[in-house]
């Protein structure tokens, strides 16, 4: 697997590997990780994938990171406090 490109945000890390006819698109906020794959033939390169990853998707990305981080925190205080 290798690295082509990131994709800047001011709130998380988004990185974008190539690996055997697929890109993995890779978000990180704190402990958390959202992957997403997809076929090489799906879009062009990493302008597509930058094309794919718009205002929409990066809300619902972040909605998703909230909702792991609460549930997560709550696992947490059940079983660690």
Known sequence: MRV???IPHPKITISV?????KYQVRF?????????KLQHSEVDGIEGIRK???EEF????ME???EMYLSFKSAKERHLV
């Open 4 to 6: 082509i490109g990131s």
């Open 52 to 54: 794919l990853v718009d």
């Open 58 to 61: 990066l809300q619902k990305i």
């Open 64 to 66: 998703r990171f909230n």
């Open 28 to 36: 990180e906020a704190g402990p958390m990780e959202q992957l997403f």
């Open 17 to 21: 590997f190539s690996m055997n006819d």
